[in-house]
Structures are given as structure tokens and as C-alpha cells.
């Protein structure tokens, strides 16, 4: 090998390992984000399910909307597995039990 091939050969090294350093940092990043993301919005319906349990009353309740936004929800946590996403998968499974307990206690209380 002569010396002009060793220093682009050591060149391309470099570049394919930073590369790979830069897109795992950007893996991690969008991981974190994700997890944020899903701990705010998978906590927002916590105050929903607390009031239903303590009142009981879920008249105002859109038994559509719970339908649908279930289904959606059960849809992208099938979606996080088949892609294998951990923040995707944990935040919509508790989403998924919160969501369904405002749906059963919708059914159960009209």
C-alpha cells in the first residue's frame, strides 16, 4: 500500500467513524425527545382518569372520541414494536391502560 492509499484509507476510517458517532448521538437524541414527549402527553391524562374514578361521571365523556383515540393508541404501540422503539412502545402501553380505563368506565357508566 502506498503512502498516498494509507492516508485516504485512514481518512475514510475517520469519516465512517464519525459518522457513526454522530448518528448515534442523534439516535440517543431523538430517543430522549421521544420519551419526554410521551411522558408529557401519556401524563396528561392521568387528572381524566383520576376525576372519573373519584366522580363517577363520564357524561361529558365522547365515547367516539375514547373509541377511536384507543384504537389509534393501540395502533402505535403495535407500530413501536414491529419498529422496536422503546419510547414509542412504553409511553403508548400507558397510554393505552389510561385511555382504557376512561373507555370501560364510559361503557360501564353510559
Known amino acids: ?9 485512514s481518512r475514510r476510517l475517520k469519516s465512517a467513524r464519525d ?5 448515534a448521538m442523534i439516535t440517543v437524541s431523538a430517543e430522549t425527545i421521544g420519551i419526554i414527549a410521551g411522558v408529557l ?3 396528561s391524562f392521568l387528572p381524566q382518569v383520576f ?3 373519584r366522580d363517577r361521571n363520564t357524561a361529558s365523556i365522547s ?3 375514547y ?9 402505535w404501540l403495535v407500530y413501536g ?18 385511555s382504557g380505563i376512561v ?3 364510559k361503557l360501564r357508566l353510559g
Open 1 to 9: 500500500m502506498t503512502r498516498y492509499q494509507s492516508r485516504r484509507a
Open 19 to 23: 459518522f457513526l458517532i454522530r448518528n
Open 41 to 43: 402527553t401519556t401524563g
Open 51 to 53: 376525576q372519573i374514578i
Open 63 to 65: 365515547l367516539g372520541m
Open 67 to 75: 373509541g377511536a383515540f384507543t384504537s389509534g393508541v393501540l395502533l
Open 81 to 98: 414494536v414491529m419498529i422496536w422503539s422503546p419510547s414509542i412502545m412504553v409511553t403508548n402501553a400507558l397510554t393505552l391502560i389510561l
Open 103 to 105: 373507555l370501560i368506565m
